[in-house]
């Protein structure tokens, strides 16, 4: 059985590329609603360390997604503009800080399988970093959940 190849090439290289700017378009999302997220956790950290580590993490999720709306417009020679990002967080910091873990941990399994679609090889090592970023704020918001007041019974 031949493969129906036609002028676009591979079609199951067309698939893959796809389904990468399917995931770049989550991606961004993603990062939107982690900016979002943290804008609202700043806002109600306490100490200035807590601030800072927050302001921190803030950062780095806004470089994320520059970094991710760069390889979108590389792979698709279009700008990705999308509406603000409504989420909804515990009122609790401390659940708050929780809820920020589990969405570093599920960010780091979907970069995973980001970058397994990237075949170009500069993109792939952008995710893989943006990956271990992810990696050390899960730390760090570990660190902090363990020695926030309202955790220590």
Do not use: W
Not at 26 to 31: I, K, V
Not at 32 to 39: K, N, S, T, W
Not at 64 to 74: A, G, K, R, S
């Amino acid at each position: 059985m031949a493969l129906n190849y036609n002028r676009q090439g591979n079609p199951f290289q067309q698939n893959t590329d796809l389904e990468a700017i399917q995931l770049l378009k989550e991606g961004l999302l993603g990062e939107q609603m982690a900016i979002r997220g943290y804008e609202m956790i700043r806002h109600n950290s306490g100490s200035g360390q807590d601030k800072e580590l927050i302001t921190s993490i803030l950062r780095d999720e806004r470089r994320h997604y520059f970094l991710l709306q760069e390889i979108f417009e590389e792979r698709t020679d279009t700008v990705f503009e999308m509406a603000k990002a409504s989420i909804s967080m515990p009122m609790d910091f401390i659940d708050m800080i929780k809820t920020a873990i589990c969405d570093e941990l599920e960010a780091v399994a979907f970069y995973e399988r980001l970058a397994g679609m990237l075949d170009c090889m500069r993109q792939k090592e952008i995710v893989l970093q943006i990956l271990n970023d992810e990696k050390e704020h899960a730390q760090l918001l570990a660190g902090l959940y363990q020695r926030t007041p309202e955790n220590e019974e």
